[in-house]
Nanobody, 126 residues
């Protein structure tokens, strides 16, 4: 219980797409709001995208709105981040995070999540 494992990172060119996956040992998955964060070298970890317990609400950082899409697969306890039109400034280690919540609409955007993965590197070349 509480293990998050990211995958799907890699080296791509500007304009390409990637889909990050996060296998979540959080049960039941529907009780957890989930989020994606990223951290570039020398920078603080920042919020990228979040999704509420039942996927009724999502939130995105302004820098990724319209390019990234977060989603949950309840059958397989998976969290995804579809990233399109990637830019060099998207280069970072990407982390998934989970937080148990009673709220059906809460989408936490700070780093106050209880569970974190180990991260996956995304590098976008120009």
């Amino acid at each position: 219980q509480g293990q998050l494992v990211e995958s799907g990172g890699g080296l791509v060119q500007a304009g390409d797409s990637l889909r990050l996956s996060c296998a979540a040992s959080l049960h039941p998955f529907s009780e957890y709001a989930m989020g994606w964060f990223r951290q570039a070298p020398g920078m603080e970890r920042e919020f990228v995208a979040g999704i509420s317990r039942y996927s009724s609400r999502t939130a995105y950082a302004d820098s990724v709105k319209g390019r990234f899409t977060i989603s949950k697969d309840y059958n397989n306890n998976m969290l995804y981040l579809q990233m399109n039109s990637l830019k060099p400034e998207d280069t970072a280690v990407y982390y998934c995070a989970g937080e148990k919540t009673r709220s059906t609409t809460s989408v936490p955007t700070t780093t106050n999540y209880a569970y974190w993965g180990q991260g996956t590197q995304v590098t976008v070349s120009s």
